[in-house]
């Protein structure tokens, strides 16, 4: 099973409009990363998030940790069709290895 | 940002040819790598982790001897496909971790296609 939910699993919004993505988990997170991924493409690095109750903002997406880090949400404010993907939400397990969420698949109607 | 650079892209070979498929860290040096696949519409499964120097750790139910790992600079890792078969079709990603800002790094993938 997924250490880490995502939701929601799809998402269709018309361009312009504001959009979350959410990314819970069952354990406290050391740290939380989103990544955003073209189809049949590599992951893009957005943001890292690890204290508690930490916000981030690059261009038009902000994410934020939850005070207790086990919950993060990826905020997209006026949508544009290059916003479109997937997203993704990962953590560290231990010290090493990342491990990611199902997935959020976007869509960006012009 | 740092760059990890996967090679190649795009490969298709035939029924029991091997694969090899490098990973490079472009501007840092990456003691750890990691290797994922990736099955259409689905997240990224962690297949194993690539040690300089040493063994690779492989996750449960990947297969030592069909997934070879070598990683023998603080640059590069490859991961060898051997005796491939349809079934070992898919896209597959590596990770390095740049430890400087603790950011981890992915190449653009590979799609593996075994006929």
């Known amino acids: 099973s997924q250490e880490l939910e995502q939701s929601p699993q799809s998402l269709i919004v018309q361009e312009g409009k504001n959009l979350t993505i959410n990314c819970t988990s069952s354990k406290t997170l050391y740290g939380l990363y989103w990544y955003k991924q073209k189809y049949g493409e590599g992951l893009i690095f957005l943001m890292m998030?690890?204290?508690?109750?930490e916000e981030k903002s690059h261009e038009k997406i902000t994410a934020k940790l939850d005070e207790k880090k086990q919950q993060s949400s990826l905020h997209i404010t006026a949508s544009q069709p290059s916003h479109a993907g997937i997203y993704l939400c990962g953590a560290l397990r231990g010290s090493n290895d990342m491990r990611f969420g199902a997935g959020t698949r976007l869509t960006v109607k012009p | 940002g740092a760059v990890v650079s996967q090679h190649p892209s795009w490969v298709i070979c035939k029924s029991g040819t091997s694969v090899k498929i490098e990973c490079r860290s472009l501007?840092?040096?990456?003691?750890?790598m990691f290797w994922y696949r990736q099955f259409p519409k689905q997240s990224l499964m962690l297949m194993a982790t690539?040690?300089?120097?040493?063994?690779?750790?492989?996750e449960q139910g990947v297969e030592k001897d069909k997934f070879l790992i070598n990683h023998a600079s603080l640059t590069l890792s490859t991961l060898t496909v051997t005796s491939a078969h349809p079934e070992d079709s898919s896209f597959y990603i590596c990770?390095?971790?740049?430890?400087?800002?603790?950011?981890?790094?992915f190449g653009a993938g590979t799609r593996l296609s075994v006929l």
């Open positions: 501007d840092f040096q990456a003691t750890t």
């Open positions: 998030l690890q204290k508690g109750g």
């Open positions: 690539s040690n300089e120097g040493s063994k690779a750790t492989y």
């Open positions: 990770s390095a971790r740049d430890y400087r800002g603790n950011i981890q790094y």
